[in-house]
């Protein structure tokens, strides 16, 4: 089974709209991190925004914010305000256990941004 | 954070050779990694650079065709041994800094073996 799953291939959104880019995981573990990272076409990887399992608020980081659903396993980006410069791929990423530290990663949403 | 940089940033390599990428970081760090990005692929890890010891290498990836060293806690280096078409990657560096499980990554180093 996909640890990381990250349905959405492919997403547009008109710049200065919110995007939503879906994540949901699958652990058996208590203690766990999210990340998520956004990779231009340049190669590199940015990494955006982290939740531990045990954090009760939903992290945020400017106009990034982690929509922490544990229940459903979820683990969805929020992108407000979108600008052009958010046209990116963006992967949705867990650590296991608290000394682990091998990231499994999904398989990646592109986002691209119209004017 | 830590900044991190990699060296060469691309390159083309032919067939039968050798390429050693290095990884530098702007502070000591806990942990360093390195992982592969196959083209239109996501990130898979390669190993666990351990400094002053053997790199713990994941399944499917072996010393002897991506020897690594770590010789202090700031740098570390990824050979690509022995390389074919399929090595064709972006890899990239990362680290992991204090408790917080925040992972950085370098910029890449893109190969294109032909």
């Known amino acids: 089974a996909q640890k990381i799953t990250q349905t959405q291939p492919g997403m547009f959104v008109q710049e200065k709209e919110a995007v939503t880019l879906d994540c949901t995981y699958d652990t058996s573990d208590q203690s766990y991190g999210l990340f998520w990272y956004k990779q231009p076409s340049s190669g590199e990887m940015i990494f955006l925004i982290y939740?531990?399992?045990?954090?009760?608020q939903n992290a945020t980081e400017g106009r990034y914010s982690l929509n922490f659903q544990k229940a459903r396993k979820s683990a969805n980006l929020v992108i407000s305000a979108s600008q052009l410069g958010d046209s990116a791929m963006y992967f949705c990423?867990?650590?296991?256990?608290?000394?682990?530290?091998?990231?499994?990663f999904g398989t990646g949403t592109q986002l691209k941004v119209e004017l | 954070s830590a900044v991190i940089s990699q060296k060469p940033s691309r390159d083309i390599c032919q067939r039968g050779t050798s390429l050693t990428i290095q990884c530098q970081v702007d502070s000591q760090v806990t942990m360093m990694f390195w992982y592969r990005q196959q083209p239109g692929q996501s990130l898979t890890l390669i190993a666990t650079a351990n400094q002053g010891s053997e790199a713990t290498y994941e399944s499917g990836f072996v010393i002897d065709k991506f020897p690594i060293s770590r010789p202090n806690l700031t740098f570390s280096t990824l050979t690509v041994s022995n390389m074919s078409p399929e090595d064709s990657s972006i890899y990239l560096c990362s680290a992991r800094t204090g408790d917080t499980g925040e992972l950085f990554f370098g910029e890449g180093s893109r190969l294109t073996v032909l």
């Open positions: 990423a867990m650590r296991e256990g608290p000394g682990g530290n091998k990231l499994t």
């Open positions: 939740q531990g399992s045990y954090d009760e």
